[in-house]
């Protein structure tokens, strides 16, 4: 599926926070959104996912409008990992990640063996299966993180937006992620904060800064010092990681 944001802006009491963004992630594309704290990245994902109505604008996933469907028709379709995932309720990591089946059941239909089925092999690609049965807010962030993940795959979507899929995360398991996310080659929203893991996954960025987009393309084009130093008031350098290839950034001194 496609993603297409077009002029979408959001306020909270007269403020505005987002302003006027519009943003295209093609099928199968791997695209970021990143920016400083505050910028509005969150806000941008919660009023795509229907958390924030928006002021003005317009969301479609390829032909589904996304502001006029229902939350279930979207979820049929949308996967999304949000930024905080405490729960008043104690469930099992089973019964958390079973919750992704939701969307694909009649109102009164039970869990089917191939429901099962989904709910162990989610459980196997985050290296859960032996959490199956602990209660979920027994357990630490980054393996919260995992199953709210599990939960995304289970519910098997067409598209997948991320907020910090990474938090709480160590360097293994932010690794893990973004390779599971990457292999599911489907379309991928992702705000992300580590502008070297960004450059290395995303096939394309967003940058946005105080509500609006300041800058895309792709990686190695756009995190220029130049960029990185407007946008992030971080003195840098730029070179090419001798190891990977890859773009790597030396962080010098704040502005
Ligand atoms: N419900 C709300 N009411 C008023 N202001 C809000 C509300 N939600 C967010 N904001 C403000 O909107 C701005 C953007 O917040 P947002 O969470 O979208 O930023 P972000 O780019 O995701 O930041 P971070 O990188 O810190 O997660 C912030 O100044 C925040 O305080």
């Given at each position: 599926?496609?993603?297409?944001?077009?002029?979408?802006?959001?306020?909270?009491?007269n403020?505005?926070?987002?302003?006027?963004?519009?943003?295209?992630?093609?099928?199968?594309?791997?695209?970021?959104?990143?920016?400083?704290?505050?910028c509005?990245?969150?806000?941008?994902?919660?009023s795509?996912?229907?958390v924030?109505?928006?002021r003005?604008?317009?969301?479609?996933?390829?032909?589904l409008?996304?502001?006029?469907?229902?939350?279930?028709?979207?979820a049929?379709?949308?996967?999304?990992?949000?930024?905080?995932?405490?729960?008043s309720?104690?469930?099992?990591?089973?019964?958390?990640?079973?919750?992704g089946?939701t969307?694909?059941?009649?109102?009164?239909?039970?869990?089917?063996?191939?429901d099962?089925?989904?709910?162990?092999?989610?459980?196997?690609?985050?290296?859960?299966?032996?959490?199956?049965?602990?209660?979920y807010n027994?357990?630490?962030?980054?393996?919260?993180?995992?199953?709210?993940?599990?939960?995304?795959l289970?519910?098997?979507?067409?598209?997948?937006?991320?907020?910090?899929?990474?938090?709480?995360l160590?360097?293994?398991?932010?690794l893990?992620?973004?390779n599971?996310?990457?292999?599911?080659?489907?379309?991928?929203?992702?705000?992300?904060?580590?502008?070297?893991?960004a450059?290395?996954?995303?096939?394309?960025?967003y940058?946005?800064?105080?509500g609006?987009?300041?800058?895309?393309?792709?990686p190695?084009?756009?995190?220029?010092?130049?960029?990185?130093g407007?946008v992030?008031d971080v003195?840098?350098?730029?070179?090419?990681?001798p190891?990977?290839?890859?773009?790597?950034?030396?962080?010098?001194?704040?502005?």
């Amino acid at each position: 599926m496609e993603l297409n944001v077009e002029h979408l802006s959001v306020s909270f009491s007269n403020i505005d926070i987002v302003k006027d963004v519009s943003v295209q992630v093609k099928k199968k594309q791997f695209v970021g959104l990143i920016g400083p704290n505050g910028c509005g990245k969150s806000t941008l994902l919660k009023s795509i996912y229907k958390v924030i109505k928006p002021r003005q604008g317009d969301v479609f996933l390829s032909e589904l409008d996304v502001i006029k469907s229902s939350p279930k028709k979207v979820a049929q379709k949308l996967g999304v990992v949000g930024q905080f995932n405490e729960l008043s309720f104690d469930f099992t990591v089973r019964e958390m990640v079973m919750m992704g089946r939701t969307p694909h059941k009649g109102l009164l239909e039970t869990d089917s063996q191939a429901d099962y089925s989904i709910v162990d092999a989610a459980l196997g690609k985050v290296n859960l299966e032996a959490y199956a049965a602990r209660s979920y807010n027994s357990l630490s962030g980054g393996e919260k993180q995992r199953v709210i993940l599990a939960r995304v795959l289970a519910q098997q979507p067409e598209f997948m937006i991320l907020d910090e899929p990474t938090n709480h995360l160590d360097i293994k398991y932010q690794l893990q992620i973004l390779n599971i996310v990457k292999k599911l080659d489907i379309g991928i929203l992702a705000a992300l904060h580590d502008l070297a893991l960004a450059a290395e996954y995303c096939d394309y960025l967003y940058i946005m800064n105080k509500g609006r987009v300041v800058a895309s393309g792709k990686p190695e084009e756009i995190l220029t010092k130049q960029l990185i130093g407007e946008v992030f008031d971080v003195e840098c350098e730029t070179y090419r990681n001798p190891v990977t290839g890859g773009l790597g950034i030396a962080y010098l001194q704040t502005r």
